[in-house]
C-alpha cells in the first residue's frame, strides 16, 4: 500500500468513526434531555415522582433492554473516541502540536478526559440510584401506599454533601463536553459551514448551559432545603 492509499484509507476509517460516535453522541443526549424531564419531578412532589418511577417500573424487560441499548451506545461512544484519540495522537507530527492547541479550543482538546471521567460517573450512578449497589438500605424506603420511594431516595442521597458535590462536578463535566459535543455533531455529519458555524457554537454552549442547569438544580436544591423528605425530614 503506498504512502497516499494509507492516508486515503486512515481519512475514510476515522471519518466512519466520527460519524459513529455522532449517531451514538446524538442518542445519548436525547436520553439526557428525556431523564431530566423525568427527574425534574421531584419538584412536583412524592406523589408525582414516585407514580413517575413506578410507570417506569411496570415496563418491564422494556425497560431493562433500553437500558442495556443505552449502555451499549455509551460504551461505543467512548470506545470509538479512544481509539480515535489514539489514532490521532500517533497520526499527528509533532512539530504541529503548538499549532492545533492553538487552533483548537480547550473543550474540543479535553473531550477525551471528559468523556471518561462522565463514564465513570455513569457506572457509579447506575450502582447508586438504579441498581442501588452501593446503598442497599435505599431498597427499605416505601412510601405509604407501599411503592419505593424515589423520591426520599434522591433527596436521601443528595443530603450527603460528597455524593452531592461529586454529582455536580460530572455535571459541569458533561456540560463542558456537551458545549462541544452538540456543535460537532453538525460539523461531523456536514449540516455546518462558516455562515452557521458560529451560531451553532452559541447554540451548543446555551443548551450545555440549560443540561447543567437542570440536573444540577436537584442537588443543590436538597442542599438548599428547597425540597425535604415526607413530613418536613432533612
Not at 29 to 57: C, D, M, P, R, S
Not at 91 to 104: K, L, M, N, S, W
Amino acid at each position: 500500500m503506498t504512502t497516499s492509499q494509507a492516508s486515503v484509507s486512515f481519512t475514510t476509517a476515522s471519518v466512519g468513526k466520527k460519524v459513529l460516535m455522532a449517531i451514538t453522541g446524538i442518542c445519548l443526549i436525547g436520553f439526557l434531555i428525556v431523564h431530566l424531564i423525568g427527574n425534574l419531578q421531584l419538584f412536583i412532589g412524592q406523589e408525582q415522582l414516585n407514580k413517575y418511577a413506578e410507570t417506569l417500573q411496570s415496563l418491564g424487560g422494556l425497560k431493562w433492554g433500553f437500558r442495556l441499548f443505552m449502555l451499549v451506545l455509551a460504551v461505543i461512544h467512548v470506545w470509538k473516541g479512544v481509539v480515535l484519540w489514539l489514532e490521532n495522537r500517533r497520526a499527528r507530527p509533532i512539530g504541529y502540536h503548538r499549532e492545533d492547541t492553538v487552533q483548537a479550543s480547550l473543550s474540543s482538546r479535553t473531550m477525551i478526559y471528559t468523556g471518561l471521567l462522565i463514564f465513570a460517573f455513569v457506572v457509579y450512578h447506575l450502582l447508586h440510584f438504579t441498581l442501588i449497589v452501593t446503598n442497599p438500605e435505599y431498597a427499605q424506603l416505601k412510601d405509604s401506599v407501599g411503592r419505593v420511594d424515589v423520591y426520599s431516595m434522591v433527596i436521601t442521597g443528595f443530603s450527603n454533601y460528597a455524593i452531592a458535590i461529586a454529582y455536580l462536578i460530572a455535571m459541569f463535566l458533561l456540560a463542558y463536553h456537551l458545549s462541544h459535543a452538540s456543535e460537532s455533531f453538525f460539523q461531523t455529519m456536514g449540516w455546518a459551514n462558516d455562515k452557521y458555524l458560529p451560531k451553532l457554537k452559541i447554540l451548543s454552549n446555551l443548551f450545555a448551559i440549560v443540561i447543567f442547569i437542570g440536573y444540577a438544580s436537584m442537588p443543590i436544591a436538597v442542599l438548599l432545603n428547597i425540597v425535604k423528605l415526607p413530613g418536613g425530614g432533612n
